[in-house]
T-cell receptor, first 112, second 115 residues
């Protein structure tokens, strides 16, 4: 069963705008990761944030983690048409950290 | 290309046939994972290898599914007597013991269509 749930399920924005996606999860975690998937393709690892970190940046990406609320957010700034993809959060449970549990994803459309 | 590779990329088969997929992980990655992804959903864990040892199998992996990693390098996933419900994208990933816990690198996937 899915542990994480992304919100919103779908998001449509204009090129240049910022996109924010949220993820909630249920159990204690070691870390949380965000992946991108272009239509019908494999997943690309974007960023990993550890449970003792609150915020992390990578280029135009900013990820926050609130372990008290069991939630994370991914912000993409100055979006581009090439950012159009599905975005998934994935968690690794403490008890079995080799296994990733994915949410159902946010489908982002960036209109040129 | 030193990423994870999967073959074939697409497979169309008739119900009842057997199919086999192959995954070549990133060189020297000792952990290898199989996931299944249906349309509109996130990937779901199927099984995991550390070297040649299969350490966990999901309940999703019915008796018709078998995965192997005989020499601790490439892996195969076989589905026997395929059913229409097996239609999905099958994703393989690998990770290194030296990487962040669970930082997995995914291949392009094999899309299976069962007619």
């Amino acid at each position: 069963s899915q542990q994480g749930e992304e919100d919103p399920q779908a998001l449509s924005i204009q090129e240049g705008e910022n996109a924010t996606m949220n993820c909630s999860y249920k159990t204690s975690i070691n870390n949380l990761q965000w992946y991108r998937q272009n239509s019908g393709r494999g997943l690309v690892h974007l960023i990993l944030i550890r449970s003792n970190e609150r915020e992390k940046h990578s280029g135009r990406l900013r990820v926050t983690l609130d372990t008290s609320k069991k939630s994370s957010s991914l912000l993409i700034t100055a979006s581009r048409a090439a950012d159009t993809a599905s975005y998934f959060c994935a968690t690794a449970a403490r008890a079995s950290s080799y296994k990733l549990i994915f949410g159902s994803g946010t489908r982002l459309l960036v209109r040129p | 290309d030193t990423g994870v590779s999967q073959n074939p990329r697409h497979k169309i088969t008739k119900r009842g046939q057997n199919v086999t997929f192959r995954c070549d992980p990133i060189s020297e990655h000792n952990r290898l994972y199989w996931y299944r992804q249906t349309l509109g959903q996130g990937p779901e864990f199927l099984t995991y290898f550390q070297n040649e040892a299969q350490l966990e199998k999901s309940r999703l992996l019915s008796d018709r599914f078998s995965a192997e990693r005989p020499k601790g390098s490439f892996s195969t996933l076989e589905i026997q007597r395929t059913e229409q419900g097996d239609s999905a994208m099958y994703l393989c990933a690998s990770s290194s013991p030296g990487s962040q816990p669970n930082e997995q690198f995914f291949g392009p996937g094999t899309r299976l269509t069962v007619l």
